[in-house]
């Protein structure tokens, strides 16, 4: 529940090595990378590897080195999904089925609801229409 919209929208992407966006986003980030290399140079072969999670009462678990947040969020409570987004973007990643990157721009700024409404994208639109109606 700690994790920016910024950072939550990020994880799991996969970007050019001379991207200009590189982890650091705000002070205390707790965001990395990770290379992606060759196959023929990958050591690990196709281990099943974790990495730490946390769920709503602050225990620590693994989960699949592969669930990013926006998975890993989907498996949370709608109450907690509220907490992390807000009531309407809550909704809106729910009713919509939208992922994280829906609510930020290409600088993974994250949009205000009055932005979400004025963009001309037919998936947050239809996902608006759906929570509005409710």
């Known amino acids: ?11 799991g992407q996969i970007m050019d090595i001379d ?3 590189q982890p650091g986003f705000h002070w205390n980030c707790r965001s990395t990378t990770v290379p992606i290399i060759k196959d023929e140079y990958n050591l690990v072969g196709n281990a099943s590897l974790t990495r730490a999670a946390r769920n709503e009462e602050g225990t620590t678990y693994s989960v699949d080195a592969r669930t990013t947040y926006n998975s890993w969020l989907k498996t949370q409570s709608s109450e907690f999904q509220n907490e992390v987004l807000g009531e309407t973007k809550g909704a809106l990643f729910r ?8 609510f930020v721009d290409e600088n993974y700024r994250h949009y205000t609801l009055d932005e979400l409404r004025d963009l001309n994208d037919k998936e947050i639109q239809s996902a608006f229409n759906k929570v509005d109606n409710q």
């Open 1 to 11: 529940g700690r994790t920016t919209p910024e950072c939550q929208a990020l994880d």
């Open 19 to 21: 991207s200009s966006i």
């Open 95 to 102: 009713e919509g089925n939208l992922n994280l990157n829906k």
